[in-house]
């Protein structure tokens, strides 16, 4: 090995090496990095051409902020009829004093869509509040159809019951008279089913003839026939002695006037 040749073993070369901490070279060359990142990126944004857009913004915002000069036709003709910057309009002056403000539209529909929409949308609010009020009666309906068939059924098993307590004692006072045959068949309680039977076989073509009154008019013939013949009420319960006894104690021939 020549003189002039350095010996990479030896402790001249060492010494003349900067002694540097692991990593300290890679954060500062990432830190050049980001800087030099930065200013490119500022440099195109200052460098790059605005859009139509931004360059519409723009000239919007700086004519917005300025005031009309005399230069414009419309204001020359209102100065000429006596109008004054800062002056509101109209011949007293109580008119607008500010220019009418923009209503920038961000959306692709068109003129008059939202009055549109806002009509559409008051349209199907009050369907649907009729929808309501309609679902609304007819469950009140629905509830007063109810209550009125039960109040019905709840008559008709009242003068049902009435009616065979009325048969019931038809038949014994009849009896007590000696009267065997009932004046009317439905005045007393039906027959067993075998003697039903053989009288149905017998009295067939008669029965045909016969139409069955409705229950509320049976009631009121056989308390009749019961009042008139036997001075029986059905309601009090009580056979009385005359016709006198009966118009004096009874309260009265319905059974409404017997609550």
């Not at 060359?29 to 980001?34: I, L, T």
């Not at 605005?50 to 003709?77: H, P, Y």
């Not at 068949?185 to 029965?207: A, L, M, N, S, T």
Request: glycine share 6%.
């Amino acid at each position: 090995m020549s003189d002039e040749e350095d010996d990479y073993m030896s402790d001249a070369f060492l010494s003349q090496i900067q002694d540097v901490k692991p990593g300290v070279a890679m954060v500062k060359r990432v830190k050049e990095a980001m800087k030099r990142e930065e200013k490119h990126k500022e440099s195109n944004i200052k460098n790059r051409q605005k859009t139509f857009k931004e360059q519409e913004k723009e000239s919007r915002e700086t004519a917005l902020q300025s005031s009309i000069s005399n230069d414009n036709k419309g204001f020359a003709l209102l100065q000429k009829m006596g109008y004054k910057a800062g002056q509101g309009l109209g011949k007293e002056g109580a008119g607008r004093v500010d220019p009418i403000p923009l209503n920038i539209k961000t959306d692709r529909g068109g003129i008059g869509m939202e009055e549109a929409k806002k009509r559409k949308a008051e349209k199907e609010l009050e369907q649907y509040r009729k929808k309501v009020q309609a679902k609304q009666q007819n469950e009140t309906k629905s509830l007063e159809d109810f209550r009125s068939r039960v109040r019905t059924e709840r008559e008709e098993r009242k003068i049902e019951g009435d009616l065979r307590r009325s048969q019931r004692a038809c038949e014994q006072l009849d009896s007590q008279k000696g009267i065997t045959v009932p004046r009317e068949q439905w005045y007393w309680p039906k027959i067993g089913v075998d003697e039903e039977i053989d009288e149905f076989k017998e009295e067939k073509e008669e029965e045909d003839e016969i139409l069955e009154l409705p229950s509320f008019d049976q009631l009121q013939i056989l308390t009749s026939y019961l009042r008139g013949i036997h001075f029986y009420c059905t309601w009090c319960g009580t056979a009385y002695d005359d016709e006198g006894d009966l118009s004096s104690n009874c309260p009265g021939d319905t059974a409404a006037e017997h609550e």
